[in-house]
T-cell receptor, first 115, second 114 residues
Framework: GENVEQHPSTLSVQEGDSAVIKCTYS??????FPWYKQELGKRPQLIID?????GEKKDQRIAVTLNKTAKHFSLHITETQPEDSAVYFC??????????????FGKGTKLSVKP | ETGVTQTPRHLVMGMTNKKSLKCEQH?????MYWYKQSAKKPLELMFV???????ENNSVPSRFSPECPNSSHLFLHLHTLQPEDSALYLC?????????????FGPGTRLTVT
């Protein structure tokens, strides 16, 4: 089955700097890669996702890149702000004979943005 | 209330108690999920219901028993739990099929087993 590895487990940056979180996956059938943000005491919320027919997707200060050959995808946050502090989870899901599989999550990255 | 709601938000129970967690989605989705979230572990998928049928049971102990009476409601019945079952239990919903896989999460139930 699918296995998703996420690094680093913790990341501390200065306000205004960029933050990069990386994930690798094992199943070449995976074709959907979302990123969720979970603030302390709150529910995970989707912030951006990418499908395997696209190499990069951007939404304001956040972007996700996908390298299908290497089976890794990354989340990039530019001009970080204190409100970006949260735990970020990557996930992967595959298409199995026309049926989309379940999301497999990484262990999460705790991002701290220091003012 | 909109989105996905869960009750109760906090629950403390003894190992011999029986309790139930409730999840309700107001998004018109047809798939619902139970996840367990423990400290320093990834989100662990427990159960998946699609069109009110259980399609996945990820080797979850029988002391956890799910129930999906309709596409909007999902329950997790708990009995004779162990202290290691203490965790945040998250419910989620999505629209299955080719429309996308975005899962909407509820706020979770923080469960403590004493």
């Amino acid at each position: 089955g699918e296995n998703v590895e996420q690094h680093p487990s913790t990341l501390s940056v200065q306000e205004g700097d960029s933050a990069v979180i990386k994930c690798t996956y094992s199943d070449s059938a995976s074709n959907y890669f979302p990123w969720y943000k979970q603030e302390l005491g709150k529910r995970p919320q989707l912030i951006i996702d990418i499908r395997s027919n696209v190499g990069e997707k951007k939404d304001q200060r956040i972007a996700v890149t996908l390298n299908k050959t290497a089976k890794h995808f990354s989340l990039h946050i530019t001009e970080t702000q204190p409100e970006d502090s949260a735990v970020y989870f990557c996930a992967a899901s595959g298409d199995y004979g026309g049926s989309q599989g379940n999301l497999i999550f990484g262990k999460g990255t705790k991002l701290s943005v220091k003012p | 209330e909109t989105g996905v709601t869960q009750t109760p938000r906090h629950l403390v129970m003894g190992m011999t108690n029986k309790k139930s967690l409730k999840c309700e989605q107001h998004l018109g989705h047809n798939a619902m999920y139970w996840y367990k979230q423990s400290a320093k572990k990834p989100l662990e998928l427990m159960f998946v219901y699609s069109l009110e049928e259980r399609v996945e049971n990820n080797s979850v102990p029988s002391r956890f028993s799910p129930e999906c009476p309709n596409s909007s409601h999902l329950f997790l019945h708990l009995h004779t739990l162990q202290p290691e079952d203490s965790a945040l239990y998250l419910c989620a919903s999505s629209q299955s099929g080719t429309g996308g896989l975005e899962q909407y999460f509820g706020p979770g139930t923080r469960l403590t087993v004493t």
